[in-house]
């Protein structure tokens, strides 16, 4: 290990670009990116699906709303506003045909609205920070946009039970930020939090970098208060640890992305915040050493390890080409490294901690597993050091259409699937690239192919066969990104018939005229 | 602190006695206490409640269910085999009349006998330890009981990543003592674990001894398999860490008390064991100091800390009176302290542990907190540590009825709840005692009234003056026993009526016939 030095150096310049949790924080910032003619195509045309039998909005309707939602700019319409940025998705992939945006303020206004499109057989789009990656959060059709964003207040926070109480728009980061004052840590962290919400973040299910610490957020949630498709409000909001009175009925609400209710209102337990942190990116020349440093890392760092993160030169060059963002570990001659990981800790006693990631690196150093490495303990470095992890999603985008899959895989198997795709497209001219990167400690691989529009050639080539593998390897087709639009019809690479069949039972017993989300999660 | 020494000092004849796990394994044990006339009272006669419409078994029933399970031992009949066991709780104060326990191994078998009770609506109570305290394993009227005791292979442990596959019969010490050799340690422990299965586990959603450290069952499950009322088998038997592709069905079952599936198959994320491991055992004179020790547990101890207890001298009097089990850390004068917590911590590094632990009894001792401790770090004397708060539920049997009660509450609240019981109670002639004990780091309180026999005077006294504080509290009226048959009636005061009826639908939805452990759970 050539530089095992405790900051990272990097030129003053570069130092804004890396600052962590840079993500654009509005989907008006996204758009600024494209011009305004590279709107996919709508999504009614270029997939072959039906309209359901859902009301169409009148003018009527919008008396109604208005009336419902008095305060100015809870009902915009895409004659006066433009409803585009609620229309297409982060990855603009997809894109509705929505003609109303309704931003209520209140649960009893999620109630009034909801009730009201029961009635009247609307249906309606749950909309968060709109970041979702697989076409959940934008309308198929016309549906309702019903916008979380207004419901953004943080309603208490126990500093010493560390319980979260807040409405479901709250931001991702904004919460960090405030529970960072209080001395506690939100369980969740993710390259979006800059606009993605708590309501998503439930409604999706989401990993993200901390689950291999602080478990699935089905462990996290304490209570939450969502709103029925019929307008019924079920207030499950319980502040307690432990709380075994009937169906833990907030569960359902985790990870089904607006097709059961819509979430106004959470808590959450969270940990305190760890007294000393650390992050060491380290470059391996396989991903055998990958693995290799990963069961060192879960003995020796044990409880002070917070996340366990890979990206390969494609993700690490991918970065660099669109957001300049240059690897502090690049070899001698100025190439990247096949594979970096992340390794994050946090504990409660500094001179510990830094004994045991010591301890780890020189074991690894000794071994010959890593190749190169560089460590920061203070806070504005150790954002320049997740940089390139937590941006490639966005980097990605830069290059057109991505191809993206989300898959878990027994961890053996987890980077295979990268080169067996890379040799399944060798050749084909029209892909700019492929690469893998994502969370080891979780088997999560993010594998994103990219091409400078959509092919369906090169989409024919990857589906169903990756589909097949992943099914062949007990893994799983959407480890934390959800279902959504896109995966709907694939469910059954991963669920059994029978599964699908209960699931289309919940859904049809807690929403049965099926406004909620439609053409969404449930086949 | 007048005795911190690092080892428990115990004659060594009450070693034994002290051993941990040394609960009743069988309830054959149980029984044999007392004597046979000591049954309770039948739950029909007792309770006011009306049969189902189901089907009385008959002989080409038990015929039938002969010929599905064809090996021995597998069908017994209260004429044959005497079925007490499983007709009476483990504590003894409900007793049903079942007339056939069927003892399916396999899945399939588990399948076609509920495929046929639905066809032939005939009732079910799934068993599995019947360790449960709020009267769900066992029959009301004559359902026929369905234990799961065969069900009991280990089917795969991987060492790397953690995971455990088994049947749902397995015996929770069993999975712990089979993961320890390989360096694993199971997230769930409590008292009960020398009988209860890891399918009742998760139907109870147990939280036991260490949530504080390692969540709720929600968290550690990773998939399950499962069989609904009609015999379809739901296999979401998942082991990847994360798996969103569509709602989250293992959930549903979690806490669902037999009444939505019979659990067949789990699997769990196992952390790692640690490989250090200590105990302390402090006095206190105040419950406030206890709560202060709790949050300086939870700043110094942090990452290590694994379990956070406490009893009151009232507890450990029962215990000390039935089971002879004496405090270590009796005063001068031979009288029980206040309270006394346990403390216990779990790390990757011996040194950096009894570090952190030293400086935190240090601390405590210096601020007069603490009146008296000791530690260990041995198993043998760990275990010797943990007696008396494991074995307190036993304890309090000897004593006659018990009234039992579980609640979460503010922490500030918690012990607040038997000080205003024992006043409530003060001068009844017919209580034994009121004891207090639990989990702090939870804000579970355990709360306990002993009598000879039980008493309605008593129970009136007791309810629905004690729901109504709790909820006034916005506490839980169960925190982790569960709702079976004893809790149904008094939901409300935890739940909402719109949350009853949505619990009712989902019922309703995945077992349409109620065949499943009728009575219970959903009001
Ligand atoms: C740069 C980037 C990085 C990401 N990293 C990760 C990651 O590491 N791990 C991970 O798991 N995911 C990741 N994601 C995807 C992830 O799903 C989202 O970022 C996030 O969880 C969604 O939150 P949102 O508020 O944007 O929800 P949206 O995108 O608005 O909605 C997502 C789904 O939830 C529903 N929904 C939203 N709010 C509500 C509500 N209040 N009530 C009911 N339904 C609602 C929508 O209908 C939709 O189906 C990433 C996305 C991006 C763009
Ligand atoms: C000494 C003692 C200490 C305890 N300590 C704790 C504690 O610390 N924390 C805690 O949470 N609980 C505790 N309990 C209660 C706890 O609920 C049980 O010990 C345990 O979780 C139940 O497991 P079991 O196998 O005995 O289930 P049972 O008692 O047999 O059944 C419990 C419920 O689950 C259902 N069930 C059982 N198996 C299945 C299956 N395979 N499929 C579907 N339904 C099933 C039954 O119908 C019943 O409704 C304690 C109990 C005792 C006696």
Not at 128 to 150: A, C, H, Q
Request: glycine share 10%; net charge negative.
């Amino acid at each position: 290990m050539r530089r095992l030095s405790r900051a990272i150096h990097l030129p003053a310049a570069s130092a804004k670009l890396l600052a962590r949790g840079t993500t654009p924080t509005t989907t008006t910032t996204l758009f600024a990116r494209g011009n305004s003619s590279g709107l996919p195509p709508q999504t009614a045309e270029r997939y072959a699906i039906a309209r359901g039998k859902f009301q169409v909005l009148s003018q009527q309707h919008l008396d109604h709303f208005r009336r419902l939602l008095p305060s100015s700019g809870s009902v915009l319409t895409a004659e006066e506003d433009g409803l585009d940025g609620y229309n297409v998705d982060w990855l603009k992939t997809v894109r509705g045909q929505s003609r109303v945006v309704l931003k209520p303020s209140t649960t009893e206004e999620v109630s009034a609205i909801l009730r009201y499109c029961s009635e009247h057989s609307l249906a309606v789009c749950p909309q968060g920070g709109n970041t979702g990656l697989v076409g959940g959060s934008v309308p198929v059709f016309d549906e309702i946009v019903l916008s979380m964003s207004r419901m953004d207040k943080i309603i208490s926070v126990d500093e010493i039970s560390g319980t979260l109480v807040c409405e479901a728009g709250c931001i991702l980061e904004r919460i960090s930020d405030h529970l960072a004052e209080k001395g506690l840590r939100m369980p969740l962290d993710l390259g979006a939090k800059g606009s993605c919400q708590l309501g998503g973040n439930i409604s999706t299910n989401a990993g993200g970098l901390r689950l291999l610490r602080y478990g699935s957020l089905h462990g996290s949630i304490l209570g939450a208060e969502f709103v029925m498709a019929d307008g019924t409000v079920i207030d499950v909001l319980s502040e307690m640890r432990k709380d075994n009175t009937g169906y833990d009925l907030k569960q359902l609400i985790v990870g089904s992305e607006g097709t059961l209710g819509v979430v106004t209102k959470l808590s959450f337990a969270c940990p305190p915040k760890p007294a000393s942190e650390a992050v060491a990116l380290l470059a391996c020349d396989s991903f055998e050493d990958v693995l290799c440093l990963f069961r060192e890392a879960r003995q020796g760092l044990a409880e002070i390890l917070s996340a366990f993160e890979f990206y390969d030169a494609a993700s690490a060059g991918v970065a660099r080409e669109h957001l300049g963002l240059s690897s502090p570990l690049l070899r001698d001659d100025g190439t990247e490294s096949p594979f970096y990981v992340l390794v994050e800790t946090g504990g409660s006693n500094a001179r510990h901690d830094e004994e045991k990631v010591h301890a780890f690196l020189e074991r690894m150093l000794s071994t010959g597993r890593v190749q190169n490495g560089t460590m920061a303990t203070e806070p504005s470095k150790i954002k320049a050091l997740w940089a390139t992890r937590e941006r490639i999603t966005e980097a990605l985008l830069h290059d057109g259409y991505v191809y993206k899959y989300d898959v878990s895989l027994p961890l053996r198997d987890l980077y295979g699937a990268v080169e067996a795709t890379r040799e399944r497209l060798a050749g084909h001219p029209g892909v700019t690239r492929v690469v893998g990167f994502g969370h080891v400690g979780d088997g999560n691989l993010h594998l994103n192919i990219t091409s400078p529009q959509y092919e369906e050639a090169i989409a024919d080539l990857l589906e169903p066969w990756l589909w097949e593998q992943v099914a062949a390897a007990r893994g799983s087709i959407s480890a934390e990104h959800g279902v959504g639009f896109k995966k709907r019809d694939v469910l059954g690479y991963s669920k059994s018939p029978e599964a699908l069949s209960l699931m289309r039972q919940l859904k049809d017993t807690m929403d049965p005229k099926g406004i909620l989300n439609p053409y969404k999660t449930v086949p």
